[in-house]
């Protein structure tokens, strides 16, 4: 959660990079020319969002970790552990995607017509519905996989780098780091659909909710591949910091989980 309020110019001027092409610019022409207030516009609400999906997600995870173990099964073989992962990050969207949806309109310009998370979530259900709670479900739900192209960059790499190194603590977190800089780059059109979809951008010449096939269309037509990468270096830039706060104090987040379950952490599912 520190992380994110570190990097929350980040995450704003990448929402506002794909939202608002041309009017960002670079990430240090961004954080220069953007006023503070704007740059840490809807930290409170990232915050308790990110401490929320973390929460839904570890729990979930190491929930079906603990239910495995106890069927006989090893949790941690690589494909049981990148498929409970899977379904930990399908729980995690359908419980938290609204939290999100709420996020981005606080990121963006003009201000939305409320200042946090609770307010706005019953602002956007009393003036558009519940189904804009959930827009851009299925691009959310199509970012799962970024873990899947993760888990295959680590695997290609620690055989390539292979020896003591790969297997060190610093190995490991450069290994990883690398893998999530991969899986973010390959998933990264994905993320921008998404934010289009939860921030409803109107596009002019389509229907008001056009297929998934038909906007990728327009785009490449109207913008050309390269708006599928608006502001993916503050994405990447933020990834690297998430990564390391992640790597610090994966530990601490997995003993809580346990605490709250009721039950003592074991080696063997951290």
Same mark, same amino acid.
């Given at each position: 959660?520190?992380?994110?309020? =570190?990097? /929350? ?10 939202? #608002? ?5 670079? =990430?240090?022409?961004?954080?220069? /020319? ?24 570890? *729990?979930?995870? *190491? ?8 069927? %006989? ?6 494909? @049981? ?17 609204? &939290? ?26 009393? +003036? ?11 691009? /959310?739900?199509?970012?799962?996989? $970024? ?39 390959? @998933? ?9 979809? !939860?921030? $409803? +951008? ?15 269309? *327009? ?9 599928? *990468? ?7 830039? /933020? ?6 706060? &992640? ?9 809580? =989980?346990?605490?709250?379950? %009721?039950? #003592?952490? !074991?080696?063997?599912?951290?």
């Amino acid at each position: 959660m520190a992380a994110s309020a =570190i990097t /929350q110019p980040l995450t704003v001027l990448m929402a506002r990079a794909i939202m #608002e092409p041309g009017e960002v610019g670079g =990430i240090v022409k961004g954080l220069t /020319q953007t006023r503070i207030s704007e740059l840490f516009s809807g930290t409170k609400a990232t915050v308790i969002s990110v401490g929320v999906s973390q929460f839904v997600y570890f *729990y979930t995870l *190491y929930g079906l970790m603990m239910e495995l173990r106890r069927l %006989g099964v090893d949790p941690k073989r690589p494909l @049981t552990h990148l498929s409970l992962s899977a379904v930990a990050g399908i729980v995690n969207v359908f419980l938290t995607l609204p &939290l999100w949806v709420v996020n981005l309109k606080l990121k963006l310009k003009p201000p939305p017509p409320f200042t946090g998370l609770w307010d706005g979530l019953e602002h956007v259900l009393r +003036k558009e519905g519940f189904g804009a709670l959930y827009a851009g479900l299925g691009w /959310q739900l199509a970012l799962v996989t $970024n873990p899947v192209v993760k888990f295959g960059a680590v695997n290609l790499l620690r055989r390539l780098i292979d020896g003591e190194f790969a297997s060190s603590a610093h190995g490991t977190f450069l290994v990883g780091v690398v893998g999530g800089l991969v899986a973010t780059i390959v @998933t990264y059109p994905l993320q921008v659909l998404n934010t289009l979809a !939860k921030g $409803n +951008k109107p596009f002019p010449d389509l229907d008001k909710d056009p297929k998934p096939l038909r906007i990728i269309q *327009y785009i490449l037509k109207n913008f050309g591949p390269g708006y599928f *990468y608006n502001g993916m270096k503050s994405k990447l830039l /933020q990834s690297v910091i998430a990564a390391g706060f &992640l790597f610090l104090f994966h530990d601490r987040i997995a003993r809580l =989980i346990f605490a709250l379950m %009721g039950v #003592e952490a !074991k080696k063997t599912l951290l």
